[in-house]
């Protein structure tokens, strides 16, 4: 207990706070990492999920290489990418990219799958173009799970974000390893107390956007994680549906 | 017109739903491809708007061969009908019916007061405009279906099994709009169904299918019920067992017109 109010007491005092090194530039380094990352996974990550879930294509390779991401220590990656780009940011970065791949990968595609096959059909049976279909009924359908799956990306990597001060990348890891080192546990403690909250606040930030992107008209659904098995039969030849594209 | 000409279709897995398929479809009637599970009615229907492209063989529509028209711009002038009604969850009634003419172009103001009046074309009420599909009744949901097919104007309404899902009784008030329908906007509809006494009401013209898209037999009901072609016909119009079989017996001096199980039906007139 003494040592959580040490911590408290850490975060509050002032010359903790301000300047380059104080925790809210940390802080901001932490967000930086986790957006920043996020960003990147997604640009690469969303397109890639929609032209599979559309598609029904390249599924398996999809799968695998979430997968594969997943088994990926993020330490070792770190480390790796570090000796090969030496100190500050831009190794950590990479590592939290291919961290929030998998799960933004996933969130992309099961999105689109998730889609009422018979609703995709009419829609192309009244005359909407592929490019039609995607952006006016497979999109917005397929939203809520996409955001899920932004949402565990960010929570992995704000959580991870930490380690980005082994190779000196800064964020709140710092004070944490900094501490440990000069055995002032306040520090570490503190450090760690503001990564769990800024974890928490985060995670109350999605879960909203998460009910506010259900379209209206479509039942919410409680979202858990995001699937990587598909949730219907695909067919292996062209179902009536597949055909005339 | 729509015209089948030798129309084959095989799927990718090797089966063959459609073989050298023929027929005429007339405008502004009603033709009803009627026949069991699996005979090839839904593959004959997308076909037409090329949801399915014909193996070999052709497609006319009003003398131009399908296969040369744009899929997507054809589909927008063919209505298409289905049996969920497939509208899109996620926008409104109203939206839903003004779907095609806003693909089309048509400024969305003026979709959607087109898309009003179509709505009470189809007998519903403009309050359910604002509404989700998944809010309306199985039966709504088919309505805001067809006023959807209707919203390009267009001369063709296909309509896969539009009522397999709704209660006895709103299908019936859902065929009767049918015909109201048709007769009123003057379209050629091509209907699907299984069931043959749906067929004899909504059908001008009545195409009896058999597997592969084999036809058994073509003509107006009353046509298929005095002539059945053979067995098969015979059996599937129920004629085999004495169904649709009507006597007539005197009572009081007049022609009282009895069904097959006896129950009095009606009387002719002198
Ligand atoms: N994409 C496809 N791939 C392979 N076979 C198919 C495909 N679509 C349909 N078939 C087969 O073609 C045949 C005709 O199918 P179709 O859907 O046209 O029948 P239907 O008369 O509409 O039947 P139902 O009354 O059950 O709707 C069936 O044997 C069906 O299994
Ligand atoms: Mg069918």
């Given at each position: ?37 996020v960003?990147?996974a ?14 029904g ?12 991401f ?32 998998p ?7 099961a ?24 952006r ?29 001060a ?5 964020a ?43 379209p209206?008209?479509v ?27 | 017109?729509?015209e ?20 005429v ?54 209505g ?22 806003v693909?089309?172009?048509v ?76 007769q009123?906007?003057?379209?050629t ?24 898209g084999?036809i058994?037999?073509v ?17 599937f119009v ?7 079989v ?25």
């Amino acid at each position: 207990m003494n040592l959580i109010l040490d911590g408290i007491a850490w975060i509050l005092d002032p010359a903790n706070q301000t300047g380059p090194g104080g925790w809210f530039a940390r802080l901001g380094e932490q967000l930086a990492y986790t957006f920043g990352a996020v960003a990147i996974a997604a640009i690469i990550a969303i397109p890639l999920g929609y032209l599979v879930g559309h598609t029904g294509r390249g599924r398996d390779v999809a799968v695998s290489l979430s997968g594969g991401f997943r088994a990926l220590p993020s330490l070792g990656v770190l480390i790796l990418l570090g000796l090969g780009l030496g100190i500050g940011f831009r190794a950590p970065l990479i590592t939290f990219v291919i961290l929030a791949i998998p799960p933004i990968l996933a969130g992309a595609y099961a999105g689109f799958e998730a889609v009422d096959r018979k609703t995709i059909d009419a829609a192309r049976a009244v005359g909407m173009t592929e490019g039609q279909i995607v952006r006016q009924v497979e999109v917005p359908l397929g939203l809520p799970l996409l955001i899920g799956g932004i949402r565990s990306g960010v929570l992995q990597v704000v959580a991870t974000a930490t380690l980005a001060a082994y190779v000196s990348g800064g964020a709140l890891g710092a004070f944490i390893f900094e501490g440990v080192a000069t055995r002032n546990y306040s520090e570490t403690l503190g450090a760690s107390i503001l990564v769990t909250l800024l974890a928490l606040i985060l995670e109350g930030v999605f879960a909203l956007i998460q009910k506010l992107v259900v379209p209206r008209g479509v039942v919410a659904r409680e979202i858990k994680e995001v699937r990587t098995v598909s949730s219907r039969p695909r067919a292996a030849v062209g179902s009536p549906i597949q055909e005339g594209k | 017109m729509i015209e089948f000409r030798s129309v084959t279709k095989q799927f990718p897995d090797g089966t063959v739903a459609v073989k050298e398929f023929d027929l005429v479809i007339p405008p502004r009637k009603t033709t009803v491809l009627v026949g069991s599970s699996g005979c090839g009615k839904t593959t004959l229907l997308r076909m037409i708007n090329r949801m399915i492209d014909p193996t070999s063989g052709h497609i006319l529509i009003d003398g131009e061969d399908t296969a040369a028209l744009a899929p997507v711009k054809l589909r927008r002038r063919i209505g298409y009908v289905m049996q969920n009604s497939g509208l899109l969850p996620h926008r409104k009634v109203i939206d839903n019916v003004a779907t095609v003419p806003v693909l089309n172009g048509v400024p969305k103001k003026e979709a959607r007061a087109h898309a009003l009046e179509l709505l009470d074309t189809v007998g519903l009420d403009r309050s359910l405009a604002d509404k989700y599909p998944r809010q309306l009744s199985g039966g709504q949901q088919q309505r805001v279906g067809v006023a959807r097919g209707l919203a390009a104007d267009p001369n063709i309404l296909l309509m896969d099994e539009p009522f397999g899902a709704v209660d006895p009784i709103v299908r019936a008030e859902l065929q009767q709009e049918t015909i109201r329908l048709q007769q009123g906007l003057g379209k050629t509809v091509v209907f699907v169904t299984h069931d043959i006494d749906e067929a004899f009401l909504l059908g001008h013209q009545v195409v009896i299918l058999q597997k592969g898209g084999h036809i058994a037999q073509v003509g107006t009901p009353a046509e298929i019920l005095a002539n059945p072609a053979d067995d098969f016909v015979a059996s599937f119009v129920g004629a085999d067992k004495g169904k649709r079989v009507l006597r007539i017996e005197k009572v009081g001096g007049r022609d009282v017109v009895v069904d097959e199980n006896g129950t009095p039906t009606g009387v002719l007139q002198p």
